[in-house]
């Protein structure tokens, strides 16, 4: 539906064709097939991923965990279409990311995805209306101000809307994200260590934040963390180790 | 701008730096010894320069210290090179002139510091050649003469003329065309001077040094200063001016005139080359402004340039200062580390900055050196090396610290808090004593504090007005957000949301394509509106002595070969007697310029329509009513020089006769037009009555020289004075003088489009991460990349208008202030300042971003 009211704004690119589902797995949101990645480090080529194959469905909370190094950002990268593998294939809402190009990929995620990053990534020259209106000004959506005012009011700061991030706090701001994040009802939303910055008690009202909207929206969460108990919140856990998925194990939600 | 460095690397580097130090710390009292900061400063120059922090600030100081040091340097050679052309015109570097003849411990010393020497006398006396006689300028000189320029002589009156290198030899003389002519003789000829008579040998064409008294009435005879002693024309108290010609090395010089100065006596006095004919001398004067003008138009672009660049580098150091307070540096630690730093990047810099200033300066004197000078241009001295070296470190300390010393007041809770950083001061307390120390530098280069005040004045205002028109238009920016499309809409609200951020960048834009403007079009305007001063047919050829009777025939003869509108002036000889009824003489006046000119007559005239090259000052043109009536014109640099105010009435003595009139006007006169010009001019029927002689000058062609020969034969009575050779040197010292200039401008040129370069680096790291985010978030590159070219070609369009205002108000300063020329208004300069400052930022910040927007956002973002 969202896809049809962008074509009508007309978004110039024909993305249309791909964009139908060629997800073999159809239930799938996120499906990946042995993806791997190699980058070149001053001692020489490094494998950051290899082999990794798994598939998340619709709704469902994910976290990536792993140490420091083992390549779950790397993971989120290529599953938002925001790096491109050595190898492999990832399909997002169905789609092929790697039949599209650049643009391809950012237009699907001005449809499809939402982000939030551990440094917050709020852009310092606009306030945070300004801020979470920028996904929706992005998918040229004609009530920008008006639901980016809503998804303040949502987050608690409908009263800090003309502030700037540097006028916020650090929790202020991850929630100005969230608020980004949410902006545009995303399928799936990707979060990167978003509590790795905030101290323990506002870690944890931003994670119930975070949870609390994803089960309103009803979107796909997949969330990079190494804290075990951040992770416990989800649904499933994907473990890394050294570039490679360990045996991924499910487990009931604990809720939020 | 917090998201821009990359957190987790400065923080390993600056813990490895702590860790390594450490033995440095004196535990207790906290401080850190001298040499482990040197080492950590070392360090982290080295660290700073492998993360390319530093490039860029390097850069601006090389190339700032480069451009000083090559326009330093090649200005000094061109200078020496320069006057020593000037020095032809004086026939020598140095002279003495004397009323007497000149005390020969004077030469002797000379000959012991190593400088040549040549002597010269001259009187006026009679020539006889059969029965014609003709009071002549002789002029005796000594082997060696002219120490530099060369003499010229032909076969003929007229003829082609050649170099030569000898003097006329004992027993011969050489006769210039007005005598020749008078005399009616050819080469070969011989003529009576005193006792003596000798043997014209050629016919003298030009002599260096004749430029000075180029309206003297009588012709020359020159000859060999040995045949002096056998004419009997020089005894005790004939009135001779005997001069002592001296060259040599610039040392030696000055060693001689330090030497000589005590021990002149009176009548002897010591001339230079600045005291060589007016036209060269404006000549110089020109020049040396110009370069000036380059020079410090590049140390205050250089200023520019390592402000923007060490605000980003402080900028980047935010995060790592903070954890280096985390671990427990105090802030006397921070300063100094940072001074130790930018000290070590300033020798680094300074040095390499001296060397590709000296070979920058070297490879294109070799291009255009003999544009300048035939020969090898003199060595340059090491003098330039200090203003080059002071203004590399008063730009990059006065410009470059500041900034850099806030970083002891980031606080270490930005640890935490990235968003925490210096509190922002007053603009002025931060730069005001780099502004005040590049205000002394100024002074130093410029020689002269009015040019340097000029200078300073117009930078300030611009800087001033830039800003308020900046800020103003920023806002302005705010009520077009919604009227544009989304890219643009980006890009234009980045620019009002970033409010001084915009400001600052819109003033160091200005500023940039200001000097661009400056040094394209109106330096090109400045240069053009000099030589149009001389323009090639300007006049190369003076007749005098046209009696009044002959005024109409001699307009005939010329306008049947083709020199039509030759307008001949009357001249009148008359001596100023009284101003307002007081009597007036040479004791009154102080300057001996004005003691000269109450003491003898000089030339009055008529005309009742105003010269093209005069304009009139104060007061206004005749008006009808005025002919026959006492009023007159005054050239203003007589009224200056005599105290002549407009309406002062003024008495003259024409022929025994009292003449009184009143200043009704004051002119300006070009004086190195070649035109006839007259101190005073009155309106037709007030001289008509006094005995007067006419004169004209106007443009012969070359090849058109014979006419003058027929001319004198139809009217021998007639003086002609062909001044073609003297124009050619003044057009060739002008000539050369703007090769220079534009050389010079080049370098200036350089240092203009690093500033701009770094006012658009200065946000790049910002607009990098704000790209990536941008694309994260799903934005296209077209729409990332619209939004960067709306942002940049609009903070252009606005600098580059304001660089347009701006420039032109600063040439109109310089053109009628400074350089004393017409100023003629450019409307090019606004299409070409807010054209070129729209596309060539736009195109700038677009390329500068492309890097951010080839690579995939993720990999953009974890990079910054």
Known sequence: MRVDHNLEAGSGISVAPVFASDNPVASAIIQVEDLGKQVVSPEGPLIVLDAIGFSIAKGESVAVVGASGSGKSTLLGLLAGLDTPTHGRVWLAGVDLNRLDEDGRALLRAQRVGFVFQSFQLLTGLTALENVMLPLELARQADARQQALELLERVGLQARARHYPSQLSGGEQQRVAIARAFAGNPDVLFADEPTGNLDQKTGHRIIELLFTLNREQGATLVLVTHDQELAAYCDRMLELDDGRLRESSAQPSSGA | MGGCVNHQRSHRAEREVMAKTAAGVSAGTGSVSWRAVGRMALRALGRDWQSGELRVLAAALLIAVASVAAVGFFTDRIQQAMERKASELLGADLVVAASNPIQPALADAALQQGLQTAGTLSFRSVVLAGDVTQLTEVKAVSAGYPLRGALQVSDQPFGPPRTVDTIPSPGQVWLDERLLQVLGLQAGGMVNLGARAFRVEHVLAYEPDRAGDLFSIAPRLLMNLADIPSTGLVQAGSRVAYRLLLAGEPAALEGFKTWARTRLVAGEKLEGVRDARVELRSALDRAQRFLNLAALVSVILAGVGVAIAARRFAARHWDSVAILRCV?????????????????????????????????????????????????????????????????????????????????????????????????????????????????????????????????????????????????????????????????????????????????????????????????????????????????????????????????????????????????????????????????????????????????????????????????????????????????????????????????????????????????????????????????????????????????????????????????????????????????????????????????????????????????????????????????????????????????????????????????????????????????????????????????????????????????????????
């Not at chain 2, 004075?721 to 370098?747: G, Q």
Request: aromatic letters at 8%.
């Open chain 2, 328 to 864: 427990g540096a105090t802030e006397a630690l921070i300063v100094r580390l940072f001074v130790l730093e930018l000290l070590m990047l300033a020798m680094l810099a300074g040095a390499a900055g001296l060397l590709t200033g000296y070979l920058a300066q070297y490879g294109l004197s070799g291009v255009l050196g003999s544009l300048v000078s035939r020969t090898e241009l003199p060595a340059p001295s090491l003098w330039p090396v200090l203003p080059a070296l002071a203004a590399g470190f008063v730009t990059l300390l006065g410009f470059g610290l500041p900034p850099l010393l806030r970083l002891r007041e980031v606080p270490p809770l930005r640890v935490l808090r990235r968003d925490l950083g210096p509190v922002n001061p007053r603009l002025l307390a931060l730069y005001g004593p780099a502004v005040a120390a590049t205000l002394a530098l100024l002074i130093w280069q410029a020689g002269e504090w009015r040019l340097a005040l000029y200078v300073c004045a117009g930078v300030a205002g611009t800087v001033a007005v830039l800003s308020l028109a900046a800020w103003g238009l920023v806002k302005a920016l705010n009520l077009l957000r919604g009227q544009v499309g989304i890219a643009w809409r980006f890009g234009m609200a980045n620019i009002a949301r970033r409010g001084s951020g915009s400001a600052v960048q819109v003033v160091a834009l200005g500023l940039g394509l200001m000097a661009l403007l400056m040094l394209t079009l109106v330096r090109t305007d400045l240069l053009t509106s000099w030589r149009a001063s001389l323009p090639a047919d300007a006049p190369n050829h003076f007749l005098i002595n046209v009696q009044t009777s002959e005024v109409t025939q001699v307009q005939t003869f010329l306008r049947e070969r083709g020199l039509h509108d030759v307008e001949l002036f009357p001249m009148v000889r008359g001596r100023l007697t009284a101003i307002n009824g007081r009597n007036v003489g040479p004791e009154d006046y102080q300057n001996p310029r004005a003691q000269r000119l109450v003491a003898r007559e000089f030339n009055l005239s008529w005309t009742d329509t105003l010269q093209e090259d005069n304009r009139i000052l104060a007061g206004r043109w005749w008006q009808t009513g005025d002919q026959g009536q006492g009023v007159a014109s005054v050239e203003t640099g007589l009224a200056e020089e005599l105290g002549i105010v407009l309406g002062d009435t003024l008495r003259f003595q024409i022929a025994g006769q009292d003449l009184a009139a009143k200043v009704t006007s004051l002119r300006s006169v070009e004086w190195d037009s070649f035109r006839a010009n007259f101190f005073v001019v009155f309106p037709s029927g007030v001289l008509d009555a006094y005995p007067a002689t006419w004169i004209t000058s106007f443009h012969l062609p070359i090849d058109r020289k014979p006419v003058m020969a027929e001319l004198v034969r139809h009217f021998p009575s007639i003086t002609v004075l062909d001044v073609e050779a003297l124009m050619t040197k003044v057009r060739e010292i002008m000539d050369r003088v703007i090769s220079a200039v534009e050389y010079v401008f080049l370098f200036t040129l350089a240092a203009g489009l690093v500033v701009l370069y770094a006012a658009i680096q200065a946000t790049q790291d910002e607009r990098r991460f704000e790209s990536a985010v941008l694309r994260t978030l799903g934005a296209q590159r077209a729409v990332v990349r619209q939004s960067l070219l709306a942002e940049f070609a609009t903070l252009g369009l606005l600098a580059g208008v304001l660089a347009a205002a701006a420039a032109t108000v600063l040439s109109y300063g310089l053109a009628t202030q400074v350089f004393d020329f017409p100023y003629r208004w450019n409307s090019w300069i606004w299409l070409l300042g807010g054209g070129a400052g729209m596309l060539g930022v736009g195109l700038a910040g677009l390329l500068g971003a492309r890097s951010a927007l080839a690579q995939p956002p993720w990999r953009a973002l974890r990079e910054l």
